[in-house]
């Protein structure tokens, strides 16, 4: 909180330094050697030294631009550390946008440097980034290689708080599985970590999953308790991406009541925010619990409406499991609308999505699909 309120008090400051070093940059060449190294320095700094809290203040167009800077920087000076760092956080970047397999790309160069050099840390950081893109591409057994080589490396460098990361990514990619109750396990363990290193973001995001995964386990009630702490501590430091994740888990969890305007009401919010910063993957799921609660009121082409423009992003993204629950949620409505055969079309595409990640929603789906091959029948 400290290190967050310093830099808002001087961000005035930090934007117009590093705008100066950005656009010194193209003439380095012009200024003799003392100066031009300090100006690399600075530019190098400037992305690596605040990566941490930029994503929490800058939109990622900005990041982006800010992590560029750093690795013209790094280049230029032979810095092969702070190279990777910023081909990392650029993959960091370019996944808040969706944009997934350019993520990787960067990610991929970035561990290809640090295991040339050596930097183990760097290593693990690179290998929970892959593991984080690649379940959201719904490679999920993929992503639990990553993660477990990531905790290895975190436990046996001792750092903390990437051994937290790596907890909660785990837990994020058995529950993808079904595996909620291990998943549970692995949040438990990484907040514990996030609060004995006074990790307030950290805390947050295991207390936002610890509440996700109660309600898939139906105790919606304690789910939604977990989630009000995550967005407590969320609006506490302006993180804004885990506030629009947060209120977009809230509308879930009151669908999952019944309380359908106040569902609407909380994926209303998150898509206000969401937007603003190009948060692709949560605008996905909040239009698309949006599809569910007009879904639920009646409002079948408005659920419909919904679907289709989470589908555009899911679709874009690679977004397996989100384009699964999307086009399942269309085809319950069309099936309402009396078009029984594209709504067939669409739930087995669905279960074909789900099947092939290993959700355990390919049951849910398969019971519908039976059910109304039953009515046919009839």
Wanted: hydrophobic share 35%; proline share 1%.
């Amino acid at each position: 909180m400290a290190g967050l309120k310093l830099f808002d008090r001087e961000w005035a400051n930090i934007k117009v330094g590093q705008a100066w070093v950005k656009n010194i940059i193209p003439i380095i060449s012009k200024l003799k050697k003392s100066d031009s190294k300090s100006v690399l320095e600075l530019a190098n700094s400037y992305a690596n030294d605040g990566a941490n809290v930029l994503d929490l203040r800058l939109h990622p167009h900005d990041n982006i631009i800010w992590f560029e800077t750093g690795l013209k920087a790094a280049k230029m000076m032979g810095n092969r550390s702070a190279e990777s760092a910023h081909l990392g956080n650029l993959g960091g970047a370019y996944s808040s946008l969706g944009e997934t397999r350019k993520a990787i790309g960067y990610m991929e160069r970035a561990l290809t440097i640090v295991r040339k050099i050596g930097d183990r840390r760097g290593e693990g950081n690179c290998l929970g980034n892959l593991g984080n893109a690649y379940a959201g591409l719904g490679e999920t057994r993929k992503a639990i290689e990553y993660h477990e080589q990531a905790l290895a490396i975190s436990r046996e460098i001792g750092d903390r708080r990437g051994e937290g990361n790596c907890l909660g990514n785990l837990g994020n990619a058995y529950a993808g599985l079904g595996e909620t109750r291990k998943a549970i396990e692995y949040y438990e363990q990484a907040l514990a970590i996030s609060r004995e290193i006074g990790d307030r973001r950290g805390e947050g995001n295991c207390l936002g999953n610890l509440g996700n995964a109660y309600a898939g386990l139906g105790e919606t009630r304690k789910a939604i308790e977990y989630c009000e702490q995550a967005l407590a501590i969320t609006k506490e430091i302006s993180d804004k991406h885990n506030e629009g994740e947060g209120l977009c888990n809230l509308g879930k969890a009151y669908l999952d009541l019944n309380e359908t305007e106040r569902a609407i009401g909380y994926c209303t919010q998150s898509l206000d925010i969401v937007r603003k910063i190009e948060y692709r993957k949560i605008e996905g799921e909040a239009l698309s619990v949006l599809g569910k609660a007009y879904f639920n009121l009646g409002r079948l082409e408005k659920a419909i409406d919904h679907c289709d423009q989470a589908l555009k992003i899911f679709k874009k993204m690679e977004y397996r499991r989100g384009e699964g629950e999307a086009f399942f949620t269309k085809s319950l409505a069309l099936d309402k609308l009396g078009q029984r055969t594209e709504a067939a079309a669409l739930a087995n595409e669905a279960f074909h999505i789900f099947s092939q990640i290993e959700s355990p929603l390919a049951e849910k789906v398969r019971q519908e699909l039976a059910e109304w091959a039953r009515a046919e029948e009839n």
